[in-house]
T-cell receptor
Framework: ETGVTQTPRHLVMGMTNKKSLKCEQH?????MYWYKQSAKKPLELMFV???????ENNSVPSRFSPECPNSSHLFLHLHTLQPEDSALYLC??????????????FGPGTRLTVL | QKEVEQNSGPLSVPEGAIASLNCTYS??????FFWYRQYSGKSPELIMF????GDKEDGRFTAQLNKASQYVSLLIRDSQPSDSATYLC?????????????????FGQGTILTVHP
């Protein structure tokens, strides 16, 4: 595997379900991100992890719970979601350092539908 | 005022023409500017980045930055049908004093470009 991978690619869940999205980066990066992309809205940053530490929570509801066990893996745990949470969830990674230009590389995304 | 605003689309140009995509931003502390291309059903792909005022060329793509006017643009020369996609402008603030930052990108809503044969 190369680049940034995400699983599953598609997910349909009920409002009472619990599911998790997984992201893995194979680029040796040390920062990872979750974004939400809804129709006709700009990409919204949800969470940022730098060196496994959460450094940003962009006022995301608690029904979304991130987990970053190491610098290569990032999870988004979902529970009691609402239909308006249906969107494309994108993971991105980046290499933080002195020469950092903030170039982020995206995974293919998980298309989530909440019924 | 939106933090990052892109010219409303969709934008339709004939094959071979120049496509011009515009973006304005509100945060004067912004230092890094990015253009991503997103094909329908796919994830964003970084195609250009620019940090200094002026022009930056890469193949058929030219990014232009004017920090005084808080304006960044992307020109696509000799447009091809394969350039048809949504183009996202993204802006980041400067790194912190330690030379690192948590890398918050603020995106515009995107401009849909269609290049017709």
């Amino acid at each position: 595997e190369t680049g940034v991978t995400q699983t599953p690619r598609h997910l349909v869940m009920g409002m009472t379900n619990k599911k998790s999205l997984k992201c893995e980066q194979h680029l040796g990066h040390n920062a990872m991100y979750w974004y939400k992309q809804s129709a006709k809205k700009p990409l919204e940053l949800m969470f940022v992890y730098n060196f496994k530490e959460q450094t940003e929570n962009n006022s995301v509801p608690s029904r979304f719970s991130p987990e970053c066990p190491n610098s290569s893996h990032l999870f988004l745990h979902l529970h009691t979601l609402q239909p308006e949470d249906s969107a494309l969830y994108l993971c991105a990674s980046r290499s933080v350092g002195l020469a950092d230009r903030n170039e982020q590389f995206f995974g293919p995304g998980t298309r989530l539908t909440v019924l | 005022q939106k933090e990052v605003e892109q010219n409303s689309g969709p934008l339709s140009v004939p094959e071979g023409a120049i496509a011009s995509l515009n973006c304005t931003y509100s945060d004067r502390g912004s230092q890094s500017f990015f253009w991503y291309r997103q094909y329908s059903g796919k994830s964003p792909e970084l195609i250009m980045f620019i940090y200094s005022n002026g022009d930056k060329e890469d193949g058929r793509f030219t990014a232009q930055l004017n920090k005084a006017s808080q304006y960044v643009s992307l020109l696509i020369r000799d447009s091809q049908p394969s350039d048809s996609a949504t183009y996202l402008c993204a802006v980041a603030r400067r790194s912190n004093a330690g030379g690192t930052s948590y890398g918050k990108l603020t995106f515009g809503q995107g401009t849909i470009l269609t290049v017709h044969p």
